[in-house]
């Protein structure tokens, strides 16, 4: 028997739940998964943090401190080379105000890295999407495994799929963007998809 | 006599010119120095290298070959730690297509770095203006010398002298931004006065 038997997932979005919960079972565990709908004056966590991981553990603290189950919380971004690695832990408000107002933040922040990019050649094009998940225990036990997905971005948005930067990030080894893929095709290969199976793992190892 | 009696300064504003003739007349030298002004078929160069010292080299490299004499050119910008040293290079084009619909591109630059540092405190503000100029001779021979000013980014713009970023930055030791500084409180401790200097320096060194 697992010493972990109940996860809080930080998260609003009622995907990610089931998401979760379809990782841990394949990873043999038996464990159940909570959004964050049955605690709805859990705090909102601001991803003030210079790292994912900074942010990843900032969010489960405060869901573990408030629950008093074990929590778990992610933070992804993309990694530009050309950018320094930015937009990093700013990958969601990347542009700003001029998201906010464009009522699409999500196209605002992937044209304007478009722009920033614009005189930049293929060869110099490498990103890389990452993912934090820290696991937190009311014992005050830390874990945080992260998932990278290395490639590079193309200079016109293609597919539909998926959600932020996808349109113009194409994994090494691949010629479709993630957001030309399935999501069971990303799942399998995504930053994301890494570090949630890294986590399952950790907490079959606690068991 | 010095080695060197005529630079051309690549550059189409008209202020930069008396501004280097100060600086070379300060440090004794007798260099006559003109801007791009008689030369209308100067090729314009897209600064397309990911650091200053290389968008400085190509752009003097390319007045020097079209020219046939020694020439001077610089690029500056202001890298912040926070974004991992951007927008570096890209300063004056940070924000894209959304500086270029605004009209007022510099703002718009100055209100992205904003948006982008406004979950940053006080201590994680610091940021540099770098300057690199290169002086290129028509025998191939090549000097770059890099004027840096360290400072850090309020969140209230303040004062109307300068431009780009200068109404956010502090420098170290100073209460006020380089925009609320005169002219020539700035060139004395600015980036592109300390780059200048050296490369007055420098000429004087080849004579």
Redesign the interface.
Known sequence: MSRIDTLVLATRNPKKVPELRAILADAGLDVEVRGLDGYPDAPEV???E?TFTGNALLKARAITAHTGLPAVADDSGLRVD?????P?V?SA??????GTESGDRDS?NL??V???L???PPQ?RGAEFVCAAALVLPTGEEHVVEGVLRGSLIAEPRGANGFGYDPIFVPEGETRTTAEMTPEEKNAVSHRGTAFRALARKVRDLG
């Not at 050309?82 to 930015?86: D, S």
């Not at 408000?93 to 001029?98: C, E, H, Q, Y």
């Open positions: 601001a991803e003030t210079p050309e950018l320094n690695g930015m990093g700013l408000r990347w542009s700003g105000r001029f605002a044209v304007l478009l722009d920033q614009a005189d930049t110099r």
